[in-house]
């Protein structure tokens, strides 16, 4: 089955800097890559997805690249801000199965 | 257009009861998915359902755990015979039949004394 794995676990930055969070994947078969931020107590929220079909893709600050020879996708914070603090986990799935298989998370945190 | 919905928000069972979990998807999804998560771990899928339908539990233990989704009302995770290793947040998500995009409820937190 497929494998996520995510670096780093946490994250510290200051106010205004970026941040960026890697993860691999194991199965070729995986065309869907979304990330999810998940604040204390609440949800995990969609901010971003992309599909196998393309490398990259903007939304404001948040920015996600994908590899898929090498099989890992990042995520990219710009211009970060205190209420960017929370967990992010990236996530993994092919149009078959269409079940998530998530990375571990990684703890952001955003010095003011 | 409501939000996926998931009751109750906390619950608190003793070992060897049951719990209940409730998840009514957003309107015109017609696809759920269950996700376990302990504490200050990753979310882990559990199962996969369409309307009446169990299409991939291969994520679900094979005893005390089931899952259903019947043709009217919610998706029901039902963990029979509870054990403290139950204790987690579980989370329903849906999306509709066109996309792979899931939508998170705002999930069950499992208390077993």
């Not at chain 2, 996926?4 to 979990?21: D, F, I, K, S, T």
């Not at chain 2, 029979?80 to 204790?87: C, E, I, P, Y």
């Amino acid at each position: 089955g497929e494998n996520v794995e995510q670096h780093p676990s946490t994250l510290s930055v200051q106010e205004g800097d970026s941040a960026v969070i890697k993860c691999t994947y194991s199965d070729s078969a995986s065309n869907y890559f979304p990330w999810y931020k998940q604040e204390l107590g609440k949800r995990p929220q969609l901010i971003i997805d992309i599909r196998s079909n393309v490398g990259e893709k903007k939304d404001q600050r948040i920015a996600v690249t994908l590899n898929k020879t090498a099989k890992h996708f990042s995520l990219h914070i710009t211009e970060t801000q205190p209420e960017d603090s929370a967990v992010y986990f990236c996530a993994a799935s092919d149009t078959g199965r269409r079940a998530l298989t998530f990375g571990s998370g990684t703890r952001l945190q955003v010095q003011p | 257009n409501a939000g996926v919905m998931q009751n109750p928000r906390h619950l608190v069972r003793r070992r060897g009861q049951e719990a209940r979990l409730r998840c009514s998807p957003m309107k015109g999804h017609s696809h759920v998915y269950w996700y376990r998560q302990l504490p200050e771990e990753g979310l882990k899928f559990m199962v996969y359902l369409q309307k009446e339908n169990i299409i991939d539990e291969s994520g679900m233990p094979k005893e005390r755990f089931s899952a259903e989704f019947p043709k009217e009302g919610p998706s029901i995770l039902r963990i029979q015979q509870v054990v403290r290793g139950d204790s987690a947040a579980y989370f329903c998500a849906s999306c509709p039949v066109s996309t792979d995009t899931q939508y998170f409820g705002p999930g069950t937190r499992l208390t077993v004394l």
